[in-house]
C-alpha cells in the first residue's frame, strides 16, 4: 500500500484502505507463489528461500494489477533466484526491501533497474561450480539444486518416474541421497562438510533411498542404467567411455583428457 517496508507508515492510514490493501497483498502472494512453484519447482517450504523478496514482487504486481506476459515473468523470478542465491535480505532486511521497492517507482523503475541493482551490490549474477561447495540442507544453493532437479524432470532411479515433492504413499516421499554414502565416506575419514556437499546431493523417493543403503555409486550405478535407461542422465550424471571401458561421472570429460 505504501512502498515501504516499515510500519511506521501505515500511521495515517484508514482502517477500510488498509482492509483493501491486505486483500490485494494476499492476492499477489498466491500469485508469486503459484508462480514460484509451477515455474521453478520449488513447491515444498524446505526449500523456498529468498521470502523476503515476495514483498517487492507483490509491489511490482500491484502496480500493474494486470496479468504478467512471459517475459516479465521470467524476468521477475530471475531476480528472485538471484536474490535468494546472493543472500540479498540475509542483513538488513528492511534496508535492501526499501532500496528494491524504491527500484520500482518512477518513469525508470521496474525489472531491469531491480536486477541492475542486485547485480552492482553482488558485484556479478554468475553462477559457477564452486558455489556449490556449500554443505548441509542449510546451504543457500541447496534450493537451487532442487529447482534443477525439478526443472530438469529429474527421474527416480528406483522406479524410473518423474521426481515430484507430493508423490503420493510414505515411501514415494523425496529424501536427501548421498550418492557417495556417508559411511563409506567416513571410513575413508573424510570431514562432515566434505561428506554433505551439495554435490554429493540428489534426490530419491524414500523407497529407492532404502534400496541403494550404502552401496557405492561404481556398483548401483550400472544396475540403475541397467532397469532405467536414462535415469541417471535426467540427474546430470552421463556415461562415457575411458581407456575402452565404460563409466558414468557427472563431469562432462573432453576428448583427449587423461583417465
Known amino acids: 500500500m505504501t512502498g515501504e517496508a516499515k510500519f511506521s507508515y501505515l500511521h495515517d492510514k484508514g482502517a477500510e484502505e488498509i482492509k483493501d ?3 490485494r497483498a494476499t492476492k499477489y502472494i498466491d500469485s508469486c507463489l503459484n508462480l514460484i512453484s509451477g515455474r521453478l519447482g520449488l513447491d515444498h517450504d524446505q526449500v523456498f528461500f529468498g521470502r523476503f523478496a515476495i514483498p517487492v514482487m507483490v509491489r511490482y504486481m500491484d502496480k500493474h494489477q494486470r496479468p504478467l506476459d512471459e517475459k516479465e515473468r521470467d524476468k521477475m523470478l530471475f531476480w528472485f533466484l538471484q536474490a535468494g542465491m546472493w543472500g540479498r535480505f540475509s542483513g538488513s532486511t528492511e534496508t535492501y526491501i526499501d532500496q528494491d521497492l524504491e527500484a520500482l517507482e518512477g518513469e525508470d523503475g521496474g525489472l531491469n533497474k531491480l536486477i541492475e541493482q ?15 561447495t556449500g554443505w548441509s540442507l542449510g546451504a543457500r544453493f541447496y534450493p537451487v539444486l532442487y529447482l534443477l532437479t525439478r526443472m530438469g524432470e529429474a527421474r527416480d532411479w528406483g522406479t524410473g ?3 515430484k515433492a507430493n508423490l503420493l504413499g510414505k515411501m514415494s516421499r523425496l529424501e536427501v541421497h548421498h550418492i557417495f554414502p556417508k559411511a563409506q565416506l567416513y571410513k575413508k575419514k573424510y570431514g562432515r562438510a566434505e561428506v554433505n556437499a ?13 534400496f ?3 552401496k557405492l555409486p561404481e556398483v548401483y550405478f550400472a544396475e540403475i542404467e541397467a532397469k532405467h535407461p536414462g535415469a ?7 556415461q562415457i567411455r575411458c581407456c575402452g571401458k565404460s563409466k558414468i561421472t ?3 570429460w573432453k576428448s583427449g583428457k587423461p583417465c
Open 21 to 23: 490493501a491486505l486483500k
Open 118 to 132: 542486485l547485480r552492482l551490490w553482488h558485484g556479478g549474477l554468475g553462477v559457477e561450480p564452486g558455489h556449490f
Open 161 to 163: 518416474l518423474p521426481l
Open 198 to 210: 551439495l554435490a554429493n546431493y540428489c534426490f530419491l523417493t524414500k523407497d529407492t533411498n532404502l
Open 212 to 214: 541403494i543403503s550404502d
Open 232 to 238: 541417471l542422465a535426467s540427474s546430470g550424471f552421463r
Open 250 to 252: 557427472g563431469i562432462s
